[in-house]
């Protein structure tokens, strides 16, 4: 599995928003500006046919309509998936009601879109992944974690969160976890910091953990004090596990 961290930054931060690359093909967050940053990447967007979206946060979601845009123009016919929280769909729907009137279902017919809509806890299989998504703790409702499973590795991806037992059941269950660490001390009832990672780090040792969703004091602090198998990506960071 080919983890590659395309942006790694909170709303405030230089770096690109929370976003990852699975294997080139499955992205996970569609942040604004992502689409186009892949663009200057040199990343063919045809190539995406799984998409993850973890909560309906703009930092999160707002490319959609651009990443379904870029797939109208290449008059794509082969399937794409998008996986989010239950009304995904409808949220997708009204961010183009509000940016391109009358454009959704013009889209929706030509280009094959199949809406996969989970519920905490709730499995999905397909061909090439195993996905569980887990209920977070975010400003907003729903908030999902996944472990996405590829082959025989798995990766878990905390989405936004504090730090509640559903992190903790990522980290045990995956091969990789990207996590939330948004500020540099402990976190808040949205997000985690760099001490509960550090926490997360000395009850796991031995599992590689990556931060994401970094303010700036955060990721400096987290390169500064060194911890073991806690990666603070840089601003292209891949990884093979
Ligand atoms: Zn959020």
Redesign the pocket.
């Known amino acids: 599995m080919k983890v590659s961290m395309i942006g790694s930054g909170a709303i405030d931060a230089d770096e690109m928003n929370a976003a990852t690359l699975i294997d080139g093909h499955i992205l996970i967050e569609v942040p604004n500006g992502i689409i186009k940053y892949l663009r200057q990447l040199n990343h063919d967007i045809s190539q995406i046919d799984t998409v993850f979206i973890t909560?309906f946060?703009g930092?999160?979601f707002f490319d959609v309509p651009f990443y379904l845009f870029t797939l109208y123009f290449q008059k794509r016919k082969r399937k794409v998936k998008i996986i989010g929280p239950i009304g995904l769909k409808e949220k997708v729907k009204a961010l183009f009601e509000l940016g391109f009137p009358d454009q959704f279902e013009k889209i929706m017919k030509a280009v094959p879109v199949e809406w996969v809509e989970l519920a905490p806890d709730q499995k999905y299989q397909d061909k090439t992944i195993q996905v569980e998504a887990k209920e977070m703790a975010?400003?907003?409702s729903p908030?999902l974690g996944y472990l996405i499973t590829v082959g025989d590795k798995t990766l878990g991806y905390s989405g936004?969160t504090s730090l509640v037992p559903n992190v903790l059941y990522l980290v045990e269950h995956s091969d990789v976890t990207i996590l939330d660490m948004s500020l540099k001390r402990t976190g808040n009832k949205?997000h985690m910091g760099f001490f509960d990672v550090r926490k997360i780090k000395e009850e796991y040792p031995e599992k590689l953990v990556i931060a994401t969703h970094m303010r700036t004091e955060a990721r400096n602090r987290a390169t500064i004090e060194h911890v073991r198998n806690l990666y603070i990506p840089s601003k292209m960071f891949e990884i093979l596990i």
């Open positions: 909560h946060h930092d999160h975010h400003s907003i908030a936004d949205d």
